[in-house]
């Protein structure tokens, strides 16, 4: 019985994959929901009371979608990353400069979610490889709602 079920198993370099994949992504919410915290205290101007309660709207789903991420790491039997140093190391998103103004905010926010839904994408197509349904699900999910964001960010802008 232990046979057949390891040749229907995932190869464990398809795993290895999916896990890195998955980290860069808890490391890449992790670096957005402070950015996005950066910008929530620092907003000034006209827009200062709709963006000031979207961005915090924002980096509380991040957060979510992060411990999501991390939490189906550790179901597959990975690490999820869990400090600065390791978030800013595997991130592809950057730390806000903190030079931002208003529109600079939002126009990141759209760059840095476009960047997202690239690597959800090619997650999904990884995970959908290594025959892991439920992540390629997780991830399909959090593309649509930032494109959604994106969507709403960009119309914001004009």
């Known amino acids: 019985m232990g046979k057949a079920q390891s040749s ?3 190869p464990k ?14 490391a890449n919410l992790n670096v957005l929901y402070v950015k996005i915290h950066n910008y929530h ?3 000034t101007g006209e827009q200062f009371f709709s963006l000031h309660v979207k961005f915090e709207e924002l ?12 939490e189906r790491l550790l179901a597959i039997k990975g690490r999820p990353l869990a400090t600065m140093r390791e978030y800013l190391d595997a991130a592809t998103v950057q730390e806000a400069s903190g030079n931002e103004d208003t529109r600079g905010m939002v126009q990141q926010l759209v760059e840095d979610m476009a960047t997202l839904c ?6 999904i197509e990884m995970a959908e490889e290594a025959e ?3 992540t390629a699900d997780m991830l399909t999910g959090f593309k649509a709602d930032f494109e959604k ?7 914001f802008l004009g």
């Open 118 to 123: 690239e690597e959800f994408q090619e997650g």
């Open 41 to 43: 205290w620092y907003v």
């Open 149 to 155: 964001h994106m969507w709403m960010l960009r119309s």
């Open 132 to 134: 892991d349904a439920p």
């Open 13 to 26: 370099t398809q795993n290895k994959g999916v896990e890195q994949m998955l980290n860069q992504q808890v």
């Open 8 to 10: 229907k198993s995932t």
């Open 59 to 70: 980096y509380n789903e991040v957060t979510l979608k992060m411990d999501e991420i991390a």
